[in-house]
């Protein structure tokens, strides 16, 4: 069983900062692409970011290219997104996501996080 918990979500004031954290427990010994999604209320969910499994090759979405970074730590098991300079739009619940697998992908996500709740004031 293999269980995606991402925690780091919180309110924040309109160019504010805010790391999100995804850590990933399961089966041992099996490498995971991973990627980060959104989705604001009434509107669909939108793909944010993607890393592959050993950080050679990422993706950010151009609604955040320049301002979130994703990066990963293998010994830690944990993904994160770092996110500056927030805007209101970007107040969404954030998922991650992960794959077995070593390759960057940007769909088809086998494991879901259960969502952290990101707020940006204006």
């Known amino acids: 069983q293999v269980q995606l918990v991402e925690s780091g979500g919180g309110l924040v004031q309109t160019g504010g900062s805010l790391r999100l954290s995804c850590a990933v427990s399961?089966?041992?010994?099996?490498?995971?692409?991973m990627g980060w999604f959104r989705q604001a209320p009434g509107k669909e969910r939108e793909s944010v970011a993607h890393?592959?499994?050993?950080?050679?090759?990422?993706y950010v979405a151009d609604s955040v290219k320049g301002r979130f970074t994703i990066s990963r730590d293998n010994a830690k098991n944990t993904a994160y997104l770092q996110m500056n300079s927030l805007k209101p739009e970007d107040t969404a619940v954030y998922y991650c996501?992960?794959?077995?697998?070593?390759?960057?992908?940007?769909?088809?996500?086998?494991?879901w996080g259960q969502g952290t709740q990101v707020t940006v004031s204006s």
């Open positions: 996501a992960a794959r077995a697998g070593t390759y960057l992908i940007l769909r088809g996500y086998e494991y």
């Open positions: 399961g089966r041992a010994g099996t490498d995971y692409a």
């Open positions: 890393i592959s499994w050993n950080g050679g090759s990422t």
